[in-house]
């Protein structure tokens, strides 16, 4: 039993290790992935806020970027986290997952070591475009760091969690478009990442309320205009059933749901043949 | 002890039968061949072997443990050469032969040790620092076998080990696991439709539909076809089929100016013949059956024509094109 427990270690440990090493290997990539995010932020950003005139202006607290910016960053952090997760149909279509599916640990270990690996990419590539920061007016400092940070990891637990219980019953690469218009898109737009989740129609309301990334975007938000010194207006918690949900109430719900995404993954790798 | 004794084995997929109470012992120490045509059941056997898919009926017992029960010391006792790479080709050959050293838990020492001395043997040493993304066919798999037997596994299963590498490269990879059998000690299990490779084996199981059609060595499954074929060119082919008939009681046929006769052991009675056959020989000739001519008899079809289906010539792509990803 304790030898069980010690293979299965090291057996999260080392398919961790491996998708850090994979991350770090492919730094063109890293920076490559900074486009999409600096696109939104200066030019989507920047065209918006100068078009949405003087009004406006003033209630996203002085400048729409600055309300853009937590999104982007969560924005870098939804897609690597499920991209990260899709490598899992990479590995069994180049064979590489053979290799671990043999090997004497037991496949949660497996499960739980991908997870934990899609999650510290998607931290990386995160804070890489948290590194942006300073170009829009927002001061990092080491308390925002220390903040924001487990959030994102969080957050990327719980998709990179979804990921993997999709990617377990994926066969080929094909069903990866259908994962990306039909999921990661649509959880990014409901997310709260480019606009406010308030004021909005009834509909949207209710489908943003079930996107479970809204509950990693408003935290982080949260934190970062209240460390730049903004008004918050914008970051005042979901509202649900009536109520602004504190941030400790968000938290709790995207634990949850990274708790049940992580129980599934698990679930759905272990059955794989 | 057998290493490997697998009593009616069956493994099915719905209504779908893929193996159908295969019973078979591999000895230590032995090349022991799975040899049949695709979709006869090869692979499904071996990942029933390897602990990869659950037997629906039957047992197996790998190195004396249970592939249903004691999955993981099945997984410590065996290495395994996959048909398709499975190796992760952005990290270099050391780094892969790292994971796999970490992930079966060799103390450091002993793995540095053992991964010199294999990627000695499969002639990488000066390659481990390069990524596996850099190398052919061929150094790929040899660095697979380094691999599959770092953790000095008991059997070695090789799933079509040679398969779309080329004649030259085919023959390096033989000659590394034949020389393994000396080195190491191991027990070699391998599937393979080159039917030139199944002559390396001790024994061959040849399995059709499921079922293990036939189960011996080489040269006795060639012998049960029937014997040696020798054609011979005479200056009067009439004259000496009669004399074959009267002499040595030989029924002789004669077709495109030749005398065809069949005797089991050829290569002794061409002696005796060219000594006793007054008919005046011009060439004479002797071929012997083949694993072709076996596989033809039992199964009813050559092995050859199976080589090119579709999903060999996907894989073939696959492994051409597996640099990209």
Same mark, same amino acid.
């Given at each position: 039993m304790k030898r069980r427990w010690r293979a299965d270690l090291r057996g999260v440990y080392i398919i961790w290790y491996r998708d850090v090493l994979r991350f770090w290997r492919d730094r063109p990539r890293i920076v490559a992935a900074l486009a999409q995010p600096a696109l939104f932020l200066f030019i989507f950003g920047s065209g918006?806020?100068?078009?949405?005139?003087?009004?406006?202006?003033? #209630?996203?607290g002085g400048d729409y970027v600055r309300f853009l910016f937590p999104g982007v960053v969560t924005m870098a952090v939804l897609f690597t986290s499920i991209f990260s997760a899709m490598s899992i149909v990479w590995d069994r279509e180049f064979g590489f997952l053979k290799e671990v599916l043999v090997a004497p640990v037991s496949r949660s270990a497996v499960a739980i070591g991908k997870a934990l690996?899609?999650?510290?990419?998607?931290?990386?590539?995160?804070?890489?475009?948290?590194?942006?920061?300073?170009?829009?007016?927002?001061?990092l400092t080491p308390l925002l760091l220390v903040e924001v940070i487990p959030l994102m990891f969080?957050?990327?637990?719980?998709?990179? #969690?979804?990921?993997?219980?999709?990617? #377990?019953?994926?066969?080929?690469?094909?069903?990866?478009?259908?994962?990306?218009?039909?999921?990661?898109?649509?959880?990014?737009?409901? #997310?709260?990442?480019?606009?406010p989740l308030q004021g909005i129609p009834a509909w949207l309301q209710v489908l943003t309320r079930l996107d479970p990334a809204s509950y990693g975007v408003d935290p982080i938000r949260?934190?970062?205009?209240?460390?730049?010194?903004?008004?918050?207006?914008?970051?005042r918690g979901i509202e649900l059933l009536g109520r602004p949900l504190a941030m400790a109430e968000e938290i709790g719900i995207l634990a949850v749901f990274a708790a049940l995404m992580l129980g599934l993954a698990v679930r759905s790798f272990a059955a794989q043949e | 002890m057998n290493v490997i004794q697998v009593d009616r084995l069956v493994k099915r997929y719905g209504s779908f039968t893929a193996v159908d109470g295969v019973s078979f012992d591999v000895r230590p120490g032995e090349v022991f061949g799975f040899l049949g045509p695709n979709g006869a059941g090869k692979t499904t056997t071996i990942s029933v072997l390897c602990t990869l898919l659950r037997p629906t009926e039957g047992?197996?017992?790998?190195?004396?443990?249970?592939?249903? +029960?004691?999955?993981?010391?099945?997984?410590?006792?065996?290495?395994l050469i996959f048909q398709d790479p499975s190796l992760d080709i952005q990290l270099t050959a050391q780094e892969n032969l790292d994971f796999h050293a970490f992930i079966y838990d060799l103390p450091a020492r002993e793995s540095r040790a053992r991964q010199e001395e294999l990627l000695r043997m499969v002639e990488l040493w000066e390659r481990r620092n390069d990524r596996v993304r850099t190398f052919s066919g061929g150094m790929k798999r040899r660095l697979e076998i380094a691999r599959g037997l770092l953790h000095r596994p008991r059997v070695l299963f090789l799933d079509e080990p040679t398969l779309g590498l080329d004649p030259q490269t085919r023959r390096h990879i033989w000659q590394y696991i034949l020389g393994l059998r000396e080195k190491e000690g191991i027990t070699?299990?391998? *599937?393979? +439709?080159?039917?030139d490779e199944a002559e390396y084996c001790d024994r061959i199981a040849i399995i059709d539909h499921g079922k293990i059609v036939a189960l011996d060595t080489p040269a006795r499954l060639k012998a049960g076809v029937g014997g040696d074929i020798i054609t011979l060119? *005479?200056?009067?082919?009439?004259?000496?089929?009669?004399?074959?008939?009267?002499?040595?009681?030989?029924?002789?046929?004669?077709?495109?100016?030749?005398?065809?006769?069949?005797?089991?052991?050829?290569?002794?009675?061409?002696?005796?013949?060219?000594?006793?056959? *007054?008919?005046?020989?011009?060439?004479?000739?002797?071929?012997?059956? *083949?694993?072709?001519?076996?596989?033809?008899?039992?199964?009813?079809?050559?092995?050859?024509?199976?080589?090119?289906?579709?999903?060999?010539?996907?894989?073939?792509?696959?492994?051409?094109?597996?640099?990209?990803?």
């Open positions: 918006l806020s100068a078009s949405i005139g003087g009004a406006a202006r003033g #209630s996203f690996g899609g999650s510290t990419q998607a931290v990386l590539q995160g804070s890489v475009v948290l590194l942006m920061a300073p170009l829009v007016g927002v001061t969080l957050l990327a637990f719980a998709l990179t #969690s979804l990921g993997i219980a999709i990617a #377990s019953r994926m066969k080929s690469m094909e069903g990866f478009q259908v994962v990306m218009n039909f999921l990661m898109m649509p959880m990014f737009f409901l #997310s709260g990442a480019l606009f949260r934190v970062m205009l209240a460390a730049s010194g903004l008004p918050d207006e914008f970051a | 047992r197996a017992i790998v190195n004396g443990f249970d592939v249903a +029960h004691q999955s993981d010391e099945v997984r410590r006792s065996i290495g070699l299990f391998l *599937t393979t +439709h080159y039917m060119r *005479t200056t009067d082919n009439e004259r000496a089929a009669a004399e074959l008939q009267a002499r040595f009681g030989l029924e002789a046929a004669r077709q495109d100016g030749m005398v065809r006769l069949e005797v089991p052991r050829g290569d002794e009675f061409i002696p005796r013949l060219v000594q006793d056959l *007054t008919s005046q020989i011009v060439a004479i000739n002797m071929s012997r059956p *083949t694993l072709d001519d076996v596989f033809l008899k039992l199964t009813g079809r050559a092995i050859r024509e199976e080589e090119g289906s579709a999903k060999d010539t996907m894989r073939l792509g696959a492994r051409m094109w597996g640099g990209r990803r």
